[in-house]
């Protein structure tokens, strides 16, 4: 290993592997944001869903007041 002039790290694959560990890492933190915020616009449109169905429901209320 040492005669072939590759230095021992990048023959037994240590670099390589820390450069998969770190790209996993990023990768994790990327998905976990995207997680948070698809998680926000969930709520954010059940919001708005009980918004308009409070506004339907007081439509239907004067429309049968009427």
């Known amino acids: 290993m040492a005669d072939s002039g590759i230095p021992l790290e990048e023959w037994n694959g ?21 997680t948070k915020k698809l998680i926000r616009l969930t709520w954010a449109i059940a919001a708005l869903t009980f918004v308009m169905l ?9 429309a049968l007041s009427e």
């Open 54 to 62: 409070v506004a339907v429901v007081v439509q239907v209320v004067l």
């Open 14 to 34: 240590s670099v390589a592997t820390r450069e998969l560990h770190q790209t996993i890492k990023e990768f994790n933190g990327s998905a976990e944001r995207q």
